[in-house]
């Protein structure tokens, strides 16, 4: 057995976006991105239980040229667009959205979350789009928990959910723009799993809760992000309490990156487009009920 080795071992770090606290473990003053995958915030906030759900959270904002993933750990995610959707998600579901040439879209808590007083659990990752796609028409997947594929492993005590690509015969149902395999894996303490990916993918794993050790490597503390060298194919894991963690592996893209705020382009040029199109209106129009 070949397992892979650790390259980076990246803790979640807290950074304030625009009033909004998320913890970042990638990107980093260091690592700039982990092509395909640009960014992973992890966010859990106690919400204002006396305010509207549809004041609260990130209103209404632009993307172009990758998609915005999320996975929904607590509560739940109202998300709108301007293309017309408006989808209510809940803890297990996953919000998959392709900006492709331009879209606005919130995410809010759900009035629910406001009303039962839940806490907002959510990690969000963005995974870059190839230049011959970035300028697709957008797209909006819903996934939800009950019709995802799961797996279970060995020896009973976790679940592995395909979220996309093909894994042990099994394909994740969201479509992704470039070769891409995430499982959102769940286990019970002194689970004991082994993954196995293609060699030369863009491999991490982000510990969401919980306690883990990395065979050959060692223990992993929650809210960090493990990156893997591109050679080998195994990775072996065993739980020291109850966890969540996300494995993370694709094929790079090895395209030039430009990126600003929202848009994630391939040239100056074309962000410079990005940004006048969205003032000019092109990406549509998002009015929140």
Request: no cysteine; charged share 20%; hydrophobic share 35%.
């Amino acid at each position: 057995m070949a397992l892979k080795k650790v390259k980076y071992n990246l803790p979640a770090t807290e950074i304030d976006m625009g009033g909004f606290p998320v913890k970042q473990a990638f990107p980093t003053n260091s690592v700039s991105n982990l092509d395909p995958f640009l960014l992973l915030h992890h966010a859990r906030v106690k919400p204002i239980y006396d305010r509207l759900a549809k004041h609260q959270g990130i209103g209404p904002h632009p993307h172009r040229g990758f998609s915005p993933v999320t996975f929904v750990i607590e509560g739940g995610v109202h998300h709108r667009d301007s293309l017309g959707h408006n989808q209510k998600s809940k803890a297990g579901d996953v919000q998959w959205m392709h900006a492709g040439a331009g879209i606005i879209h919130s995410e809010r808590p759900t009035q629910e979350v406001i009303d039962k007083k839940q806490v907002q659990e959510i990690v969000q990752l963005w995974i870059n789009s190839p230049a011959v796609v970035k300028m697709n028409i957008p797209s909006y997947q819903y996934l939800d928990s009950d019709r995802i594929p799961t797996q279970i492993s060995e020896d009973e005590k976790s679940v592995l959910r395909i979220i996309t690509g093909k894994y042990q015969g099994l394909l994740g149902p969201a479509k992704s723009q470039s070769k891409t395999l995430i499982i959102w894996n769940i286990g019970i303490k002194g689970s004991s799993v082994k993954f196995k990916v293609e060699e030369g993918e863009s491999t991490s794993i982000y510990l969401i809760k919980g306690e883990i050790s990395i065979k050959e490597y060692g223990n992993i503390d929650p809210e960090s992000l493990v990156h893997f060298e591109k050679s080998n194919t195994e990775i072996e894991i065993t739980s020291d309490s109850n966890y969540q963690l996300l494995l993370l592996s694709g094929k790079p893209i090895n395209e030039k990156i430009v990126q600003h705020g929202p848009f994630v382009m391939n040239t100056q040029t074309e962000i410079l487009e990005a940004m006048r199109d969205y003032q000019m209106g092109k990406m549509g129009i998002l009015i929140e009920e």
